[in-house]
């Protein structure tokens, strides 16, 4: 089974829309962190955002915004008035710490941004 | 502050063959993981290494080893390749073992097997 699930494999916005991306996880540990990694065109993956299982503040850094819901087990990643330079694929991750601290990714949205 | 590094940045091997890909960790870092990114898919974890020592490990055959020296650096190697080992193989390194720290990826060497 999937332990990461991005449904969203491919969208594309208007520069300055708003975007989120979807991350859906599966774990049977309480103690777990979420990422989330940006891989532009040049293939390097670049971290964006770590969250531990048992902080569920809402995150905002800049124009990015991360809604984690344990209820739900969704980490869901909001851009907002998207750029050019955003365009790329988005990957969602987890490691569990309980039951190995292996990393799981998923399957990555890639977003394209229209100027 | 040197990055993750990779080398070779391309390579291209037959089946049956063997390859060793390389990797030096981001300055400060001692543990190193390996990933397996075939195209349009996610990151597939390997390995870690962490003080010279295979720490944990992914479903990976056993045709996939690595090494860890004493420096932090770390190799990959696979033997017997097939068709279907042609990835992006990546690295990352983190300050420790486990999910506490997050991982810094290299640029990735781009693996093709005929």
């Known amino acids: 089974a999937q332990k990461v699930t991005q449904a969203q494999t491919e969208i594309s916005v208007v520069e300055k829309e708003d975007v989120t991306l979807d991350c859906v996880y599966e774990?049977?540990?309480?103690?777990?962190?979420l990422f989330w990694y940006k891989q532009p065109p040049s293939g390097e993956l670049v971290f964006l955002i770590r969250r531990n299982s048992f902080d569920e503040q809402n995150e905002i850094s800049g124009r990015y915004s991360w809604n984690f819901q344990k209820s739900t087990s969704s980490f869901n990643f909001t851009i907002t008035a998207s750029q050019v330079v955003d365009s790329a694929v988005y990957f969602c991750a987890l490691s569990e710490v309980d039951t190995g601290n292996q990393f799981y990714f998923g399957t990555g949205t890639s977003l394209t941004v229209i100027p | 502050d040197a990055g993750v590094t990779q080398s070779p940045t391309h390579l291209i091997k037959t089946r049956g063959q063997q390859v060793t890909l390389r990797c030096s960790p981001k300055?400060?870092?001692?543990?190193v993981s390996w990933y397996q990114q075939a195209l349009g898919q996610g990151p597939q974890f390997i390995f870690q290494?962490?003080?010279?020592?295979?720490?944990q490990r992914g479903n990976f055959p056993d045709r996939f080893s690595g090494h860890q020296f004493p420096n932090y650096s770390s190799e990959l190697n696979v033997n017997a390749l097939l068709l279907g080992d042609s990835a992006l193989y990546l690295c990352?390194?983190?300050?420790?073992?486990?999910?506490?720290?997050?991982?810094?990826f290299g640029p990735g060497t781009r693996l093709t097997v005929t």
């Open positions: 990352a390194s983190s300050l420790g073992p486990g999910a506490t720290y997050e991982q810094y």
């Open positions: 774990t049977r540990d309480t103690t777990y962190y």
């Open positions: 290494y962490y003080e010279e020592e295979e720490r």
């Open positions: 300055s400060g870092h001692d543990t």
